[in-house]
């Protein structure tokens, strides 16, 4: 798929290496499985299958008992879709966190479904704070919505402080984990999260294709249960009653449930998620390390384990990414204002500390050439 | 993924064949594709990938120039809905042919999205012919929603018949092609069909997890044009916009659009789509041959290349398919009160007249041991 696999130049052994977001870098063991004939699934092999992906899930999340997971054929936006429309109605009031384009697309979310709202919104450099919540502390909210690690500026937030704020103002609190999940400690029972988005290609590193929404018990019984979805695929009501046997009313991106299953065994057999978490905490923690020695800097609020924004000390974000890319080092820009000085490097996917140092020579290098 | 591969019976050589109307039997060269790494998407290499895509689909479709195609990560019931949704609105008033449970969807999402329809309702045995549309003539519908093939019943519906009384009758033509595009010949230009639906795992024989949606330029014009989307996730205006330059608002299925590109390749070089349909067709004129020695029979009605359905002497269906499972050789039952007598094999995806052989020889050894 990557053309670079033809190269004879001094990555050969690794061709290409995605330091993105998502698709991440995926493990031999998932191309392995995503390399295979993709089976029938209405029966109860497949059921099988997606019953102890859930079993995985809803552990690795802390879930409380009780709790549910929806597996749709989508992308992250969709199930942010998905979850707005199942969870919230017009009723609502929503409080949303718009950090960045994350945020701003709850936002959007909410907008199109005419549900009542108020953005907190934040500067790219600005970290949300106890003081920039209280401002909308007892003002009618009943429901919080946010992006725990707001990908395109890469803060993550004060998870327990917004848990905290949720339950003294009595609010349903949704969680976008999608570029959290297996990077980031997330615990939806001691943080009262009632829904928990998950997607397949960020620190799952896996295809793109499907996400995942975890429900809480009170999410069902007092939200799910009683709000009618406006759209039939994306109906929770129909997947849950699907979903106690194993199946998806409609055909779910099958390969990428096997990929799935297998990814979850592997993070269970290899010490469970807080192990991956602290892995992918040490690798986060060592490209810091690294770029410390190189003539740039990084954002001042807490930072997920996912990605590190990398700040230049010149404009020359965009050549850096490029050139990078002619290196087989893909690092994802980034938009609006901080387009030019700014690039975000991920630590999630099948990466080791061998490629941070590949990644931070080959950086060291260019900025050299661009005289920055 | 399958677990047949580590049998050592006689069917080691090639251990699960699916039959299966989706997921289908994938070649060995969509297998190498689909396990490579999935690489980064937002830069030009993944744009001309996407573009080259859809010159391919828009001419084997044979859509009229200025015709455009939206890729949606979803599967072939959210490409349904979106369609719905982006292409009608509360000012239509539908005819829907319910042939069975594909059709019945058709008329759920008017249902659900408060779209005026009236249900032109056959019998599971029932073949749609012009007197049954004569009653609907000139009755005021603005459009038509069809499964050219209605996959649960096998029924391949008469596209110059509809196409013609769309034609008097002034009405919009949605064509749900899912599992007819590239199984039996569609000329969208022709036909004046305004919209086609297409999915990823019936015969373009790839992993299940994208949709297309072709849209004819009167469709992008007078429709899509002025109705917005209820939601954000199928809002076609983005993914046109997004589109002209090769990219998708949201993450893709990547992987998937690899898998795309390679299989439409491949088409291309063998003969293009009219080859391709001729391959299915033998295909399934072969199997339908063979079985005639069997004591089973097929349907009267006109049926897609795509697949069979077989009726079986005695109320063995379910035994029947679970036998024809342990062998490796997997098929679909079908559903409501077609359940007990009938089954259905596909033609599509990586198959051979060897494999039509196989399974034909088992079906008679099944139905021997059932006394059926």
Do not use: W
Request: charge should be negative.
């Amino acid at each position: 798929m990557t053309q670079g696999t033809d190269k004879t130049d001094k990555t050969a052994l690794r061709p290409e290496v995605l330091f993105t977001v998502g698709p991440t870098q995926m493990s031999p063991q998932t191309l392995a499985c995503a390399g295979r004939q993709v089976p029938y699934f209405r029966n109860q092999a497949f059921s099988d299958v997606v019953l102890e992906c859930e079993r995985f899930v809803l552990e690795f999340a802390h879930a409380p008992q009780g709790s549910r997971m929806v597996l749709l054929t989508a992308s992250g936006t969709g199930a942010m879709e998905a979850t707005v429309t199942n969870c919230l109605d017009a009723s609502d009031r929503a409080l949303v966190i718009v950090g960045g384009g994350f945020g701003r697309r709850f936002s959007a979310l909410c907008e199109r479904h005419g549900i009542a709202h108020d953005d907190l919104e934040l500067d790219s450099e600005e970290a949300l704070t106890q003081e920039r919540l209280a401002a909308f502390e007892g003002a009618g909210h009943t429901a919080l919505l946010v992006n725990l690690h707001e990908t395109s500026t890469g803060q993550l937030y004060d998870l327990p402080m917004l848990s905290d704020f949720c339950q003294r103002n009595q609010m349903t609190l949704v969680v976008d984990a999608i570029s959290s999940f297996a990077a980031d400690r997330i615990d939806m029972a001691a943080s009262c999260i009632d829904a928990l988005i998950v997607s397949s290609q960020k620190a799952l590193a896996l295809a793109p294709g499907i996400s995942l929404v975890l429900l809480s018990p009170r999410m069902l019984e007092e939200r799910v249960a009683r709000i009618t979805s406006p759209t039939l695929y994306f109906d929770f009501a129909d997947y849950l009653v699907n979903g106690t046997r194993g199946q998806t009313p409609f055909t779910p991106a099958v390969g990428i449930v096997y990929e799935l299953l297998e990814r979850l065994r592997r993070i269970d057999a290899s010490g469970g998620i807080d192990t991956e978490v602290a892995r992918t905490r040490t690798l986060a923690r060592d490209f810091r390390g690294r770029i410390a020695e190189l003539n740039v800097g990084a954002p001042s609020f807490p930072m997920s384990n996912a990605l590190t924004r990398v700040i230049l000390p010149k404009p020359v974000a965009g050549e850096t990414v490029r050139a990078l890319a002619e290196e087989g080092l893909f690092v994802n820009p980034c938009g609006g204002v901080l387009g030019e000085r700014c690039f975000r490097v991920a630590h999630i996917g099948d990466l080791s500390e061998k490629d941070n140092a590949q990644l931070v020579i080959a950086l060291g290098e260019v900025l050299e050439s661009l005289g920055a």
